[in-house]
């Protein structure tokens, strides 16, 4: 199934977590994702958004949250507090897959399989996502640059992405691989 990424924001009042939010979002293709810390921001990207992840505890959350929703974009609170009863929320504590789903609902992203990456696999991705590069994987492991290059496309193919930076996406965003790795 072939998407139009769409345009997502994500807000938060650390920068540091809207930005890594954000950025754990671009693993999802169908995802164009941007961070903001205050809901101006937010409003100035209004009009080219269809999405919006909201903190609760930004100023201004609720009373943005109404205007745009008014004009179209679908919100989704992040934790279990704050706004009104009918909102859409996603627990902080919730996998990114979670957030993404509930942003584009239309669309059902794939879940990853951990279980079927072996376990020279899981060490890899393990490292990758560390920011290991091949070579230093293949000296941390012990076998050559160019059999990490070989676990790697098999972790691509495996967990159904096209890329490294997808792979390590998917990697933090499933508690079953961060449960499997040693590196959380």
């Known amino acids: 199934m072939s998407l139009t990424p769409r345009a997502v924001v994500v807000a938060h009042r650390d920068r540091m977590v809207a930005e890594g939010i954000a950025s754990a979002l671009g693993s999802f293709p169908w995802l164009m994702p941007s961070a903001a810390t205050t809901m101006g921001e937010v409003r100035a990207l209004a009009e080219t958004v ?21 004009r179209g974009v679908r919100v989704v609170f992040l934790g279990d507090h704050g706004g009104e009863e009918e909102n ?23 879940r990853p399989r951990p279980g079927r990456l072996t376990a020279r696999e899981r060490d890899v991705l393990s490292l990758v996502a560390r920011g290991l590069a091949a070579k230093q994987v293949a000296r941390h492991l012990g076998i050559s640059a160019k059999t990490v290059e070989r676990h790697k496309t098999n972790i691509f193919l495996k967990l159904g992405v096209p890329n490294q930076a997808a792979a390590v996406g998917i990697a933090l965003a499933s508690r079953d691989i961060a449960r499997t790795g040693p590196w959380i």
């Not at 269809?50 to 008014?70: E, I, K, T, V």
């Not at 859409?88 to 794939?110: G, H, I, N, T």
């Open 50 to 70: 269809h999405a919006a992840a909201l903190d609760p505890d930004l100023d201004g959350s609720d009373r943005g949250a109404r205007q745009l929703r008014r």
């Open 88 to 110: 859409v929320r996603v627990r902080m504590s919730a996998p990114v897959v979670d957030l993404a789903s509930a942003l584009m609902p239309e669309v059902s992203p794939p």
